[in-house]
């Protein structure tokens, strides 16, 4: 069965301090990886993806992300937290013949203190 | 580019009535994907709409059904609604690209449904 887990629901961490989100999955076909942003009363932005090639990918606003097949992980890492990351995350999971019909985890609550 | 946009922002029904919520695909998208997130919870996917039909469906029952039309904006449609059904309502539009595989998907702000 296809499901993604995001063990840690909430990380506190200081302005500047590295950040990794864990996140972990199942699925019984190549996936496609992805990772969301969603601040409070928003929808979900989207900060990286990973198709294929490289397992080191870039995203927006300084995240990156790793993928690891043999662990089943793709996990976010940024080297420098800055306030304004303060949100729920989302790892996401889908497949290349199910167009955007994505599994996601439960969300991880980033908190930024001073 | 307006984006995706959804409305209402915010409805409020009761229990047994039915409700319609609408998305606007961003500029140049032809598929539209439902998806429900209920509190502390990660989205759920609903189902997905391209060229006017139900392409692919979540685990959800036939109450949930929806709507896309020649402009590419769709409607969700809930009958006989639940205390359960209360949640943030998200669409996401993408670009069908040649493959099955869509390009990126852009998510509207999404409706928060209230049932009581």
């Known amino acids: 069965a296809q499901s993604v887990t995001q063990p840690d629901i909430h990380i506190t961490v200081s302005e500047g301090a590295s950040l990794e989100l864990r996140c972990n999955y199942s699925?019984?076909?190549?996936?496609?990886l992805f990772w969301y942003v969603q601040s409070p009363g928003q929808g979900l932005q989207l900060l990286l993806k990973?198709?294929?090639?490289?397992?080191l990918v870039q995203g927006i606003k300084g995240f990156e992300a790793e993928f690891k097949r043999s662990q089943s992980s793709f996990n976010l890492r940024k080297p420098s937290v800055h306030w304004s990351d303060a949100a729920e995350y989302f790892c996401?999971?889908?497949?290349?013949?199910?167009?955007?019909?994505?599994?996601f985890g439960t969300g991880t609550s980033l908190t930024v203190i001073p | 580019d307006a984006g995706v946009t959804q409305s209402p922002t915010h409805l409020i029904k009761t229990r047994g009535q039915q409700v319609t919520l609408r998305c606007s695909p961003k500029?140049?998208?032809?598929?539209v994907s439902w998806y429900q997130q209920a509190l502390g919870q990660g989205p759920q996917f609903i189902f997905q709409?391209?060229?006017?039909?139900?392409?692919q469906r979540g685990n959800f029952p036939d109450r949930f059904s929806g709507h896309q039309f020649p402009n590419y904006s769709s409607e969700l449609n809930v009958n006989a609604l639940l205390l359960g059904d209360s949640a943030l309502y998200l669409c996401?539009?993408?670009?069908?690209?040649?493959?099955?595989?869509?390009?990126?998907?852009?998510f509207g702000q999404g409706t928060r449904l209230t049932v009581v």
């Open positions: 996401a539009s993408s670009l069908r690209g040649g493959g099955s595989m869509n390009t990126e998907a852009f």
């Open positions: 699925y019984g076909a190549t996936p496609y």
């Open positions: 990973y198709f294929s090639g490289d397992t």
């Open positions: 996401a999971v889908g497949a290349y013949y199910t167009g955007n019909q994505f599994y």
């Open positions: 500029s140049g998208h032809d598929t």
């Open positions: 709409y391209y060229e006017e039909e139900e392409r």
